[in-house]
T-cell receptor, first 114, second 115 residues
Framework: GEDVEQSLFLSVREGDSSVINCTYT??????LYWYKQEPGAGLQLLTY?????DMKQDQRLTVLLNKKDKHLSLRIADTQTGDSAIYFC??????????????FGAGTQVVVTP | DTGVSQDPRHKITKRGQNVTFRCDPI?????LYWYRQTLGQGPEFLTY????????KSRLLSDRFSAERPKGSFSTLEIQRTEQGDSAMYLC?????????????FGPGTRLLVL
């Protein structure tokens, strides 16, 4: 989706932290999501954040939201080889036009090296 | 909860043929979505249903595409007179439409290759 932008590639060493960034344009976005997609598979929901929050932590995952700059990030602590995948950021609004319609970014390919 | 399932997982067809895909959502979910994903891109919204009503269709959904959800449970997506540009992964998702998070749970997708 052209309204959601992500960097295309991230290489990280096993055990380090990964930070994946996303910017979005829809100011009415109410929920922002992170999904993970492994090769040949569907999308797996990782976490989401409501727009009135600025941080959410869930085990190794930390989501940071800067609503003023429309910037979202996902930090993965102690990155493992099993974290190698494509990560998608998505936004969902609450206007009549955008309800239920997720806008996805193009995805960030994360490669974890030993 | 068995998750969202899709059938078939892979489909190879010749240009001009019709294909039909099926999606079975999570049983208590009243909303069902279809997306298309091409290589190197994120999923693009095609259409969605609330129960059996098709509430919105994207401009991506040409006249050759039709989707149904006759009893508000499973859904089918049919592509008539397939073209090579239809080659993509077709993803189905469902959500519990409570007006809250609308978190969508995705199926494994149907990968279509049009020769």
């Amino acid at each position: 989706g052209e309204d959601v932008e992500q960097s295309l590639f991230l290489s990280v060493r096993e055990g380090d932290s990964s930070v994946i960034n996303c910017t979005y344009t829809d100011s009415s976005s109410t929920y922002l999501y992170w999904y993970k997609q492994e090769p040949g598979a569907g999308l797996q929901l990782l976490t989401y954040i409501f727009s009135n929050m600025d941080m959410k932590q869930d085990q190794r995952l930390t989501v940071l939201l800067n609503k003023k700059d429309k910037h979202l990030s996902l930090r993965i602590a102690d990155t493992q080889t099993g974290d190698s995948a494509i990560y998608f950021c998505a936004e969902s609004g609450r206007t009549t036009d955008s309800w239920g319609k997720f806008q996805f970014g193009a995805g960030t390919q994360v490669v974890v090296t030993p | 909860d068995t998750g969202v399932s899709q059938d078939p997982r892979h489909k190879i067809t010749k240009r001009g043929q019709n294909v039909t895909f099926r999606c079975d959502p999570i049983s208590e979910h009243n909303r069902l979505y279809w997306y298309r994903q091409t290589l190197g891109q994120g999923p693009e919204f095609l259409t969605y249903f609330q129960n059996e009503a098709q509430l919105e269709k994207s401009r991506l959904l040409s006249d050759r595409f039709s989707a149904e959800r006759p009893k508000g449970s499973f859904s089918t997506l049919e592509i008539q007179r397939t073209e090579q540009g239809d080659s993509a992964m077709y993803l189905c998702a469902s959500s519990l439409g409570t007006g809250g998070t609308e978190t969508q749970y995705f199926g494994p997708g149907t990968r279509l290759l049009v020769l």
